[in-house]
């Protein structure tokens, strides 16, 4: 069965700013998802300004990766979804965070730090270097990726050190930049995607599509199981030496 994924964008540039809907005129959810159906996934869109966000209960039960892409209304997102989904996360599910989410509630949540970052908009050439060429996420990929302009992020980025950087970024101003990060929380996994800035068509890019293709395979979740580790107290699989016959 194909992993089912389930595309977030606040969906607020796209209807206010002429130059980004001539970019992304369904929205940059509709340009992702529509990618990674062609991948092969099963793939549904949620928007902010739905009820629940578009991510009640019964979506995220049904969903193995979730790819979240804010940037100008993360404080607009309630919080009982942000718990939603970060319980989700620590139970199994997936979940992809593109650009500027390293300052969304999800983010923040999981992680337990700021994402803070600096950052500069000149319409600079950015290059993508494969840093972990054996990560599934590297799968089929060159030894870099350029992108011919893009916004800038720079170091220090405030964020747990990462089980793996599969991307590290140059950009023309001299910067650099951990682009492609991997965490576990619970039994999810979560990875972090720079690129994205929505004046920019980098959604539209092949290659970008198939970095996003092969996080979702690498995301999904191993296990059918989906439930949040948990404190329990268990009865011990062996005898105790000096318990037996104790009547407490």
């Known amino acids: 069965m194909p992993s089912t994924v389930t595309v977030w964008n606040e969906f607020v540039h796209e209807r206010d700013d002429e130059a980004v809907a001539e970019l992304y005129p369904d929205g940059i959810h509709r340009t992702i998802a529509d990618a990674l159906d062609e991948h092969g996934f099963e793939t549904r869109t949620a928007t902010l300004g739905e009820e629940e966000h578009g991510l009640p209960e019964s979506v995220l039960a049904d969903t193995d990766v979730l790819v979240w892409w804010g940037h100008i209304a993360h404080d607009a997102v309630d919080d009982r979804v942000v718990e939603r989904v970060a319980d989700h996360v620590r139970g199994g599910m997936g979940i992809l965070f593109l650009h500027s989410a390293t300052l969304s509630k999800p983010f923040r949540a999981l992680l337990g730090t700021t994402g803070s970052l600096f950052w500069r908009e000149a319409d600079e050439r950015e290059r993508l270097w494969v840093t972990d060429p054996g990560h599934p996420i590297a799968a089929g990929l060159d030894d870099c990726l350029e992108l011919p302009e893009t916004e800038m992020y720079g170091e220090p980025f405030d964020v747990p050190t990462?089980?793996?950087?599969?991307?590290?970024?140059?950009?023309?101003?001299?910067?650099?930049?951990?682009?492609?990060?991997?965490?576990?929380?619970?039994?999810?996994?979560?990875?972090?995607?720079?690129?994205?800035?929505?004046?920019?068509?980098?959604?539209?890019?092949?290659?970008?599509?198939?970095?996003?293709?092969?996080?979702?395979?690498?995301?999904?979740?191993?296990?059918?199981?989906?439930?949040?580790?948990?404190?329990?107290?268990?009865?011990?699989?062996?005898?105790?030496?000096?318990?037996?016959?104790?009547?407490?």
Do not use: K, M
């Open 162 to 248: 990462p089980e793996s950087v599969v991307f590290t970024s140059w950009f023309e101003g001299g910067e650099v930049f951990r682009s492609g990060c991997c965490w576990r929380r619970g039994r999810g996994r979560v990875f972090f995607f720079r690129p994205g800035h929505e004046t920019h068509p980098i959604y539209h890019d092949s290659t970008v599509q198939q970095v996003l293709a092969n996080a979702v395979e690498w995301a999904t979740p191993v296990s059918d199981e989906r439930r949040p580790p948990s404190v329990r107290n268990v009865e011990p699989r062996e005898d105790i030496e000096g318990n037996e016959g104790d009547d407490g």
